[in-house]
């Protein structure tokens, strides 16, 4: 890997990683207050409206951003195409969902579904007006753009979240936080962006990019639908309550394996998209990428289910205790993640989307059997099984990004077996500290220092090449930030 990618890389990963610290870091913070102050019951009507939120922003976006970030010559009528495609379409899924409000309302069986429904589906139109902004920024690798409107929009909408709690509007200060969050960030990314939009659509473009979007727009809205459709199991056969528990077990797994999976997708594909050309360069780099990733996640998964019990008691209180065996097993499921999300980035640099659209269904077939069970048995064999669909959706997305490289399934297991390694050794003894009969407080403080020494040490002394890889990068972020200072 060339100096100039490497620097680029460790730019990115910092600020990317920086962002989504500030980002999701804040939000989850302001999550732990709320927790204290709003019942599982008010955490469940939201989490049913995400739902839909998360559907129709897939659908909005429509596989055009990352069309863009590939195209390497992208001009501006490529931007003001899209931008007006995204925006007409999110005024359509709004009256579409502003419509549907009592209908979902039904379905679920909650009336003050209608009235959240409305307002927080507003969200839909607000992040359409960003969305080439933070494309641009993607393309560039301008993550420290992203990290400043990031801490504002978070921070701001945590106090609106938190003093609309305060005041007593229970499940409203949600739908504030949420609101207000989207509007800030969307606001911001205007202001601090050079781009702005003009009355350009050029049916060429969209053509050219819809031709490679249209696939990854099914493939994004097959996978959002099957996401979410764990929660529209739990809130339709169970109770707004359970949904609340899962919904939380969720966000905490979120914080460390959707975060470092977004970090990595947001920096991986433009990058290597720039080298997709040198096969051997492309290959060095994504070797690496998947070594260093995946000792992040194993290590920080596993973890995650090692403190689980004892985090979740200590920050949130003994009435979400029902979430820790959901977190645990979500854990198992989500530490793959990050290398779903490489082994896709590959087909997408390859240009191959229709492969992409491929896996996805045949992926989303063999995920029929734990919502069969989550239906029919109960909400802990539809996690269990879902754990078990994640190592066959893995072996599918080897199969078949492996070959553009020459790099087999064996040789990816072969590169990640020992960071597996490292985590689960580290996993094990720090889950037994569990049954320590000491303070929560102290417990959770006490398994996160001997985890991380026993993380380090085990690395120092087997002289793990992806653990020097991240303290390297570790070091070079440092390194830069004291230098501005």
Same mark, same amino acid.
């Given at each position: ?125 607000? #992040? +359409? !007006? ?9 393309? /560039? &690798?301008? $993550?420290?753009? *992203? ?37 800030? #960030? +969307? !606001? ?9 939009? /003009? &009355?350009? $659509?050029?049916? *060429? ?281």
């Amino acid at each position: 890997m060339s100096e100039t990618i490497r620097n680029k890389t460790i730019k990115g990963v910092g600020w990317s990683f920086a962002d989504n610290i500030f980002n999701q870091g804040i939000t989850f913070l302001v999550g732990l207050i709320l927790a204290r102050l709003l019942t599982p019951e008010e955490y469940g009507l939201i989490g049913i409206i995400t739902i839909f939120i998360a559907i129709f922003n897939s659908i909005v976006d429509s596989g055009f951003s990352n069309a863009l970030i590939r195209k390497k010559d992208a001009k501006d009528i490529d931007y003001n195409t899209v931008f007006i495609t995204n925006l007409v379409l999110s005024f359509v899924l709004f009256g579409v969902l502003f419509i549907s409000a009592p209908a979902i309302s039904k379905l679920f069986n909650h009336s003050q579904l209608i009235p959240l429904l409305r307002v927080m589906g507003l969200i839909v139109i607000i #992040n +359409s !007006f960003a969305i080439i902004q933070r494309t641009i920024l993607v393309k /560039k &690798v301008d $993550f420290k753009t *992203q990290t400043k409107v990031s801490l504002i929009s978070s921070v701001s909408s945590g106090v609106v979240g938190i003093t609309m709690a305060i005041s007593g509007l229970g499940v409203w200060s949600l739908v504030g936080q949420q609101v207000s969050k989207q509007f800030l #960030n +969307s !606001f911001f990314l205007w202001i601090f962006s050079n781009w702005y939009p /003009k &009355v350009q $659509f050029s049916f *060429q473009s969209f053509k050219e990019l819809f031709s490679f979007g249209w696939k990854l727009l099914v493939s994004g809205l097959i996978d959002t639908l099957w996401r979410e459709i764990y929660q529209v199991v739990i809130g339709k056969c169970y109770t707004p309550v359970a949904l609340g528990q899962y919904t939380r077990a969720q966000q905490f797994a979120s914080i460390c394996s959707s975060n470092l999976t977004s970090v990595v997708q947001r920096v991986s594909f433009p990058i290597l998209s720039s080298v997709r050309d040198d096969r051997e360069k492309l290959k060095y780099g994504y070797k690496r990428i998947i070594k260093v990733t995946m000792l992040v996640s194993f290590v920080l998964m596993l973890g995650l289910a090692a403190v689980a019990k004892s985090m979740v008691i200590f920050l949130i209180g003994e009435q979400w205790l029902p979430c820790v065996p959901y977190l645990q097993i979500i854990c198992m499921q989500m530490m793959l993640y990050p290398l779903h999300s490489l082994n896709l980035n590959m087909l997408q640099v390859q240009g191959r989307s229709d492969l992409f659209l491929k896996l996805e269904i045949i992926k989303k077939i063999v995920a029929i059997g734990p919502l069969l069970l989550g239906i029919f048995v109960n909400i802990y064999w539809m996690l269990g099984s879902s754990v078990v669909t994640g190592f066959i959706a893995y072996y599918l997305n080897a199969y078949y990004s492996g070959p553009f490289l020459n790099y087999s399934i064996k040789e990816q297991v072969n590169d990640i077996m020992p960071s597996f390694g490292v985590a689960i050794t580290m996993a094990i003894p720090v889950f037994f500290m569990s049954f320590i009969p000491i303070n929560h407080f102290a417990l959770f403080s006490l398994q996160i220092v001997i985890g991380a020494i026993l993380t380090i040490g085990i690395c120092e002394i087997i002289k793990l090449p992806e653990y020097f890889e991240v303290k390297d990068i570790a070091i070079s972020i440092v390194k830069k930030i004291l230098k501005r200072k």
